[in-house]
């Protein structure tokens, strides 16, 4: 089964927010890159991408045949995705020890666990 997991930034510090980022000791910076490197080494992940931030979003709906585009999103910041992966697993429970190793998930995020669907 693929699973998509949908990175929820929260309240973690990030390079993106150099105040929040310097919270963290040089030793806790490190571990959260050699973590992202390792999640990105595990078999069976697809490397995803971070987004940017969501005030530079444009949200898209489509009304009586008209596109209709508003700037940001429609979402709390806290709730705001921040990046994602793909990662082919045998269970759910494979996925959801991934997810718990994804730094963001300990530092004030949350990560969303979905499977996929082919169309």
């Known amino acids: 089964m693929k699973y998509m997991l949908l990175i929820h930034q929260g309240d973690s510090p990030t390079p993106k927010d150099p105040a929040a980022w310097a919270t963290l000791s040089e030793q806790e910076q490190q571990a959260v ?4 490197q390792a999640i990105n080494a595990t078999p069976g ?18 009304k009586d045949g008209k596109t209709l585009t ?21 269970d759910l429970d494979a996925a959801i020890e991934l997810a718990a190793r994804i730094p963001a998930a300990r530092l004030g995020g949350a990560i969303e666990v979905r499977p996929t669907m082919e169309w």
Do not use: C, Q, S, W
């Open 33 to 36: 890159y050699a973590d992202y």
């Open 45 to 62: 992940v697809t490397p995803g991408a971070g987004l940017d931030m969501p005030e530079t979003a444009t949200t898209v709906r489509v």
């Open 70 to 90: 508003t700037d940001g999103p429609f979402v709390e910041l806290k709730e705001a995705i921040n990046g994602f992966l793909l990662f082919e697993a045998d």
